[in-house]
């Protein structure tokens, strides 16, 4: 059983480093239009109160190359900090077309969706791109990330790796450091070995005539795990999902390390309900999991423990160099054994947890991640379009 972990935790890291490094190569010219006449986008973007750099995250989106593109701004409530920055950002940027959409909720359980749903009301154009507030990009996203999508006809559903960056504080390094190892690495993974690669809702674009004839939002609005369950809808109808060749930044300052424990726990509850089978397989992923069984290695309890701690930082180590290059990463790179641990934990308690709470809202979760509010919700339609 010990060689057998150990052969493992070897295989899983050598897996997770060379399918990042293969889906991060550059890849040859795609045989797609020039940029004039690439098709027109619409890039949705669910706000929920000034996360961190929120205003530097969403000029980004402002100065794309894409020659055709419009940004939809969704907030729920006319009080919401995020409605100024977005007036502050029309202000400088007047030649992009730009929607607010301000609404009171209620269109879905799931707080995303039901911003997305208002938002949909007010965009013009078949491609979409639902795109997060802590995300940030290159001037080129949009332009490469449609390029890449047209060129493929059978392609249903295109994602992006992300990338964490601008960490301050204890709990941020935590982030950005398991997203650059196991989060990265399980996608690239899922990217470079498996028929369809994972979904993930920082940045997703599709058709949106496509999407509503498999059922569209209305199908996810009561689900917590709304883009897995996406992807798997386009993959169902015979559709491609896939990684796209660029990344995006995903921007996390300050957090601390309570809410960046929380947001693992609601990460875990999601996959235990949505891959019960293969849940409790996810530790043999981690190469921590020899620290673990080292009591039980006898002799060899040192050296199993030590190889644990080696590949754990050989994979955060080469990834994080890969998506980010040097900076930050001998500050980080220490934490990342004791923070494999701690998850553990995680990992251990998240399949008995019943509630969930996001963006300000708690609510039950059952089977496949369905949600149960614990109070009415009033459903109305959007109070402004600016």
């Given at each position: 059983m010990l060689a057998f972990i150990v052969f493992v935790a070897i295989v899983f890291t050598l897996l997770s480093v060379l399918s990042l490094y293969r889906l991060t190569?550059?890849?040859?010219?795609?045989?797609?239009?020039?940029?004039?006449v690439l098709p027109p986008v619409t890039v949705l973007k669910p706000l929920c109160g000034a996360d961190d750099r929120l205003e530097d995250n969403l000029a980004t989106f402002f100065a794309q190359t894409h020659p055709r593109y419009?940004?939809?701004?969704?907030?729920?409530?006319?009080?919401?900090?995020?409605?100024?920055?977005?007036?502050?950002?029309?202000?400088r940027f007047p030649h992009v077309p730009t929607r607010l959409v301000i609404h009171q909720g209620g269109q879905a359980l799931n707080p995303k969706v039901a911003n997305l749903q208002a938002m949909l009301a007010f965009d013009s154009h078949d491609l979409v791109v639902i795109s997060d507030s802590n995300i940030a990009v290159s001037e080129r996203w949009l332009e490469d990330l449609v390029a890449e999508y047209v060129a493929d006809p059978q392609l249903g559903l295109l994602t992006n790796l992300f990338v964490g960056t601008g960490e301050e504080s204890l709990g941020a390094t935590l982030e950005n450091l398991h997203l650059a190892g196991p989060v990265a690495g399980s996608l690239a993974v899922?990217?470079?070995l498996l028929p369809q690669a994972g979904a993930v809702g920082k940045s997703m674009l599709f058709s949106r005539a496509r999407f509503e004839a498999l059922g569209g939002l209305a199908s996810v609005g009561s689900l917590l795990a709304e883009d897995y369950v996406m992807?798997?809808?386009?993959?169902?109808?015979?559709?491609?999902?896939r990684i796209a060749s660029t990344t995006v930044d995903n921007v996390c300052t300050r957090t601390t390390v309570t809410r960046f424990l929380q947001r693992q726990l609601r990460w875990n509850l999601i996959r235990s309900r949505v891959m019960p089978?293969?849940?409790?397989l996810e530790p043999l992923s981690s190469p921590m999991l020899l620290a673990l069984v080292a009591?039980?290695?006898?002799t060899f309890a040192a050296p199993v423990f030590a190889l644990g701690v080696a590949l754990t930082l050989l994979r955060d180590g080469l990834q994080w160099h890969r998506l980010r290059g040097?900076?930050?990463?001998?500050?980080?790179?220490?934490?990342?054994?004791l923070k494999e641990l701690a998850l553990f934990g995680v990992w251990a308690v998240a399949p008995f947890m019943s509630r969930v709470a996001?963006?300000?809202?708690r609510f039950r979760v059952a089977s496949g991640t369905r949600l149960y509010a614990e109070r009415e919700i009033v459903k109305t339609a959007p109070l402004e379009s600016e």
């Open positions: 190569a550059r890849r040859p010219a795609l045989a797609a239009p020039p940029a004039a419009e940004l939809v701004f969704g907030v729920q409530g006319d009080d919401d900090p995020a409605i100024p920055i977005v007036q502050r950002l029309r202000a899922s990217s470079v992807g798997r809808m386009f993959s169902a109808a015979g559709y491609r999902v089978l293969s849940y409790p009591p039980f290695a006898g040097r900076a930050g990463l001998l500050s980080a790179l220490p934490l990342g054994p996001w963006r300000g809202k």
